[in-house]
């Protein structure tokens, strides 16, 4: 553990190449030293503009030591990012990059933020208790092996891409009760307008029968939002859908396909492991209500 004498938090609208680096370094030295994944969840949080300031960067004697990134997307809910280098834990810095994050989010009329821990790290387990900073669900994170295909049955799903016009009946498919309508709907405003993107309808007989949105994030691709209506599940659609989505991200060359899902959710994990995914990490999500002023 290293002692600080004077520490800084650097609120950003955008890194410099010299700053990105920093960054980057520790978030390999931290997956390195603890077997974290940091640098995955942190390729999705930051493919966003930089209209706001989201990067908070932490500094102990002029050297980065802890980084922070806060979604963009999001009316009154937000996700947040946040890595310390485990020599300097235990000094209360969480703490107070809680303290600055929430004076930035009670200036936005940010109610909560959700923050994402690696299930296998006790450290970010007891900083959670400390708090008094509750779980609220977990998810395994996927990433897929050798593609266990099968052969399309007699009645296909067609897989064609969503119009920008076509947000609020991707919204609606999306409606499950995990988030609100309105963060649904930014969610869905934001991601159509984002050329790395795109959401795909399955459809059976003409009808929607679900959705899928995946997102290129350099050298991999991530599946999201992928629903299937209640009363067309069990009869191999979200097989089908699935398998189309893997073929789309791989037409342009062979790259990491991955995908995360509720630890609960025992149908959709059998599902994905028969197709070829395996567990990489587990991620337990906790629920930060901000203080109103």
């Known amino acids: 553990m290293h002692n600080m004498t004077h520490v800084e938090i650097a609120i950003k609208h955008s890194l410099t190449p010299t700053e990105r680096e920093a960054v980057l370094t520790l978030l390999t030295n931290c997956d390195t030293t603890e077997q974290l994944h940091t640098a995955q969840l942190l390729r999705l949080l930051r493919m966003q503009s930089d209209s706001e300031a989201n990067d908070f960067l932490i500094y102990a004697d002029g050297m980065l030591i802890g980084y922070a990134a806060l979604s963009n997307y999001g009316t009154d809910e937000r996700d947040i990012l946040a ?104 969610l869905v405003t934001n991601a159509l307008q984002k050329p790395n993107e795109r959401f795909y309808f399955g459809i059976v007989h003409n009808e929607i029968i679900g959705i899928l949105r995946l997102i290129q994030m350099q050298e991999r691709v991530g599946i999201y939002s992928f629903v299937v209506r209640e009363d067309c599940r069990g009869k191999g659609y979200g097989r089908q859908m699935l398998q189309q989505a893997i073929y789309i991200a791989q037409e342009q060359k062979p790259q990491e396909i991955t995908l995360e899902v509720d630890v609960t959710n025992t149908n959709a994990i059998g599902l994905y492991r028969s197709c070829g995914f395996t567990i990489t990490t587990t991620y337990d999500y906790y629920l930060y209500n901000i203080p109103q002023r």
């Open 83 to 186: 890595i310390i280098d485990p020599q300097y834990r235990r000094q209360g810095i969480f703490r107070r990059l809680l303290h600055t994050i929430t004076t930035t989010c009670q200036q936005r009329r940010i109610e909560r933020i959700v923050i994402p821990c690696e299930h296998h790290t006790e450290a970010a387990r007891l900083c959670m208790e400390a708090l008094a900073i509750p779980f609220l669900y977990a998810e395994h994170a996927m990433t897929l092996g050798t593609l266990q295909s099968r052969p399309m049955p007699a009645t296909p799903v067609l897989f064609r891409a969503a119009q920008t016009d076509e947000g609020p009946l991707i919204t609606a498919l999306m409606m499950d009760g995990t988030m609100s309508a309105e963060t649904i709907q930014e």
